[in-house]
């Protein structure tokens, strides 16, 4: 059994964040009912990403898995009926449309909780309640606004996004967890609440490990690194190399001087051990290791770095890693109906969560929605 089981998710979202919260939830066994447009749908259903599946594409079917579809027109009265009908055997409630959206709709939390007050509902805008709160909530802006874009590649480097929906992800993640924890408030209390999140929300507290630094370094901005840049506060030789036949990544290690023994850089001796100087010198630490990884294949450097306790990995594509054994005994890829996806990373009692059913075709399940919740 699932943990969610029993549980019932009203989802009137679109895209990504919603959605992604949606899934989350039905993972853990929650009964996802997915309201969208008559006729058109979630946009997300026709947002091209890859080769479509079905006639829609892979990722709508990806975050859509294992749900119900509801037509309903949010501005026709019988249809804003039925959706109260539904919120009053629901458990939970979650939307992310633009603030005022849902409220114009009698739909808002404080419409809601009337109707319910046991419900929690959960809500994910672009913004928050600032004055970019009327913006576009979307992924890309809510990264370009964040600082985020600062923090990736090396110093002349233009500010470069993440090649992720990191912000859509990032918030459907942090609303679960809200949901969860007002779950748990309902059971003990009594009553639900209203657990809110935002895209930049959500960005600013990814960052929260460098921003914590930045708030109490007196303002001063990381410097990145001008040569293989790839966290702005750790020192060399921390980054990504070439080799002679792919990449390798180093992260910490014992000792420089160690290092450059086993790697034959004798003038990585002359920065010495002291911490302050794989900062102090990181340019030119990174330079001598980027000048002598070529010289060995990825396998080669494993086969001497990871005995001598030096953190380091190979650089694998996709390929590389669905070939790879260790991924194979993760047994991530699942089949549903003709979509290959990945299940979510919890395991449960040793247990993995294994994938629900396909994504539900737009308002398949209205006829025996309607016949269990409508009243009239």
């Known amino acids: 059994m699932r943990p969610l089981e029993g549980i019932t998710v009203l989802e009137v979202g679109q895209y990504l964040s919603a959605p992604f919260a949606g899934l989350k939830l039905a993972d853990l066994g929650a009964r996802v009912i997915k309201v969208e ?85 959960g809500s994910i805008s672009g913004f928050g309640p600032t004055d970019w709160a009327a913006l576009p909530g979307q992924d890309l802006l809510a990264q370009a606004r964040s600082g985020l874009m600062w923090l990736t590649g090396s110093r002349d480097d233009p500010p470069m996004p993440m090649g992720l929906a ?14 969860l924890a007002g779950l748990v408030g309902a059971l003990r209390g009594g009553t639900g609440t209203h657990v809110e999140t ?67 850089i004798p003038a990585l001796t002359e920065c010495g051990d002291d911490p302050a100087s794989a900062i102090r010198d990181r340019d030119a630490i990174k330079a001598l290791i980027a000048e002598a990884t070529p010289l060995r294949s990825t396998a080669e450097w494993l086969a001497i770095l990871q005995p001598a306790d030096i953190w380091c990995a190979e650089v694998l594509d996709w390929p590389g890693l669905i070939d790879s054994a260790a991924f194979r005994q993760l047994d991530m890829v699942q089949d549903i109906g003709n979509l290959r996806t990945v299940r979510g990373p919890l395991r449960i009692g040793g247990a993995a969560l294994a994938v629900g059913g396909a994504a539900p075709g737009l308002g398949a399940d209205r006829a025996r929605i309607v016949k269990e919740f409508a009243r009239h």
């Open 37 to 121: 447009r008559p006729g058109a749908g979630d946009p997300c259903r026709n947002l091209y990403i890859s080769d479509p599946v079905g006639g829609e594409n892979t990722l709508f079917h990806a975050i859509n898995r294992g749900k119900e579809s509801l037509t309903a027109d949010l501005r026709d009265p019988d249809d804003r009926a039925l959706l109260r009908e539904i919120i009053q055997g629901a458990d939970v409630m979650i939307q992310n449309f633009r603030p005022g959206v849902i409220e114009r709709q009698g739909l808002g939390y404080q419409d809601v909780r009337q109707i319910n007050p046991k419900l929690v509902y």
């Open 166 to 179: 990191a912000a859509d992800m990032l918030a459907g993640e942090a609303l679960v967890q809200g949901i």
């Open 198 to 264: 935002s895209l930049i929300e959500a960005l600013v507290s990814f960052q929260f490990e460098v921003l914590t630094t930045y708030l109490n370094d007196g303002g001063k901005l990381p410097d990145r690194a001008g040569v293989n840049g790839a966290h702005a506060y750790i020192g060399a030789p921390y980054g990504v190399y070439p080799t002679r036949d792919g990449w390798l990544a180093l992260a910490m290690v014992p000792s420089l001087s160690g290092l450059a023994g086993l790697m034959g």
